[in-house]
């Protein structure tokens, strides 16, 4: 399970002309599944995200989480992050989970991510082709990958 989590000062997602989800000051989160991931992904990377410190103290040093700065999370599904540019010039997204593995693991992060934070977590739709928009706050984006845990 792959995410990138971009500190932004807000975010929005739309599918057809409609806002599906909407946030002030938080994470966008943008998150990849692949046919390998489970629910330990799930809870491991939930748990990373809800307490990831990439917020700016008094002295401006990356020491608050979410929670600190009481911040939201806008939740993208997003396949191409297993895109592989390996051969041509043409990505393959063959370790992308299917539909019928990836959208309960994707809400079972919804809901885990709720849970770890206390908050209702805004959303897109999954497998739609959404428009996002964001003010990315720093710039932060931080990788993660609960495969090398880095």
């Known amino acids: 399970m792959r995410a990138i989590i971009q500190r932004v000062s807000s975010a929005s997602c739309s599918v057809s002309g409609e806002i599906t ?5 938080g994470f966008m989160v943008l998150l990849g599944i692949e046919e390998a991931d489970g629910t330990e992904d799930v809870v491991w990377l939930a748990q990373k995200i809800a307490n990831m410190r990439i917020f700016g103290d008094e002295n401006g040093a990356m020491n608050k989480s979410l929670a600190d700065v009481g911040g939201d999370i806008l939740l993208i599904s997003q396949f191409t992050l297993y895109a592989s540019t390996k051969k041509g010039n043409r990505p393959g997204f ?7 593995v990836a959208t309960p693991l994707y809400e079972k992060m919804i809901s885990e991510l709720a849970q770890a934070t206390g908050k209702v977590i805004q959303t897109g739709v999954f497998g739609a082709d959404m428009k996002i928009s964001l003010v990315n706050d720093g710039p932060v984006t931080i990788p993660i990958d609960t495969k090398s845990k880095e």
């Open 94 to 100: 063959t370790r992308s989970a299917k539909p019928d």
């Open 21 to 25: 989800g909407k946030i002030g000051p």
